[in-house]
């Protein structure tokens, strides 16, 4: 009977597998999920790493607020992690948004 009391029984509930990827959505605002999608590009198994522990550390209430795509692009290069991301300056004239080329090339 000690035995028995000693062994785990199987109708235990397991703990329930998050997804890193859901939890992050949460807190992550403006481009920072962009960030992180050109980040898994050039590094995939740093970034699930990191995506696990930022996770974790979110679900654990040691990192709260929200996290801006300029905040995590300066965290992953400071951690060694050095990529480029795809920029664009636009310009609104006129009600219409133009690329910097056109508005300095002076097209309509």
């Not at 397991?14 to 992550?28: A, F, N, T």
């Amino acid at each position: 009977m000690l035995l028995l009391q000693n062994k785990p029984t199987e109708t235990e509930p397991k703990p329930e597998q998050m997804d890193p990827r859901k939890v992050l959505s949460k807190v992550l605002v403006g481009r920072a999920s962009e960030v992180l999608d050109t980040a898994r590009r050039y590094y995939p198994a740093e970034i699930t790493e990191l995506e696990a522990r930022l996770a974790n550390a979110v679900l654990s209430g040691g990192l709260a607020g929200p996290i801006t795509g300029e905040d995590l692009y300066s965290f992953l290069r400071r951690a060694g992690l050095v990529f480029s991301l795809d920029t664009k300056i636009r310009v609104r004239e006129g009600g219409k948004l133009k690329s910097l080329e056109e508005k300095l090339r002076g097209k309509d």
